[in-house]
């Protein structure tokens, strides 16, 4: 059974920063399309940033929603089977759940196969 598991969420002052890692047992990242989404109380869920394959055509492009450009970076290592966000200047409309999902069609369908629980992300303002 395929696990996918968030870490790195918690508490932090506005402007801080925070780095969520997401690994999965028995799968293979490379082999697919990483992304995170997010969901706050009362709002929809919405994706925040994806990466597509590395190797594949578009060579591990990353996309953005507008609200976290130059703020929010994706990265995956392979050798570690783990992606990571990196939160910097983290702002109060940043806090919410964070899901790390994966799936083959991600980036351009939001399509997902899997995906973990979630981890907290509270921004103090």
């Known amino acids: 059974e395929v696990q996918v598991v968030e870490s790195g969420g918690g508490l932090v002052q506005a402007g801080g920063s925070l780095r969520l890692s997401c690994t999965a047992s028995?799968?293979?990242?490379?082999?697919?399309?990483i992304g995170w989404f997010r969901q706050a109380p009362g709002k929809e869920r919405e994706e925040v940033s994806c990466?597509?394959?590395?190797?594949?055509?578009?060579?591990?492009?990353?996309h953005y929603r507008d609200s976290v450009k130059g703020r929010f970076t994706i990265s995956n290592d392979n050798g570690k089977n783990t992606n990571y966000l990196q939160m910097n200047n983290l702002k109060s409309e940043d806090t919410a759940v964070y899901y790390c999902?994966?799936?083959?069609?991600?980036?351009?369908?939001?399509?997902?196969?899997?995906r973990g629980q979630g981890t907290q992300v509270t921004v103090a303002s």
């Open positions: 999902a994966v799936g083959r069609h991600l980036c351009s369908d939001s399509i997902i196969y899997y």
């Open positions: 028995e799968i293979t990242f490379d082999d697919y399309e």
């Open positions: 990466i597509t394959k590395n190797g594949g055509k578009n060579g591990g492009r990353t």
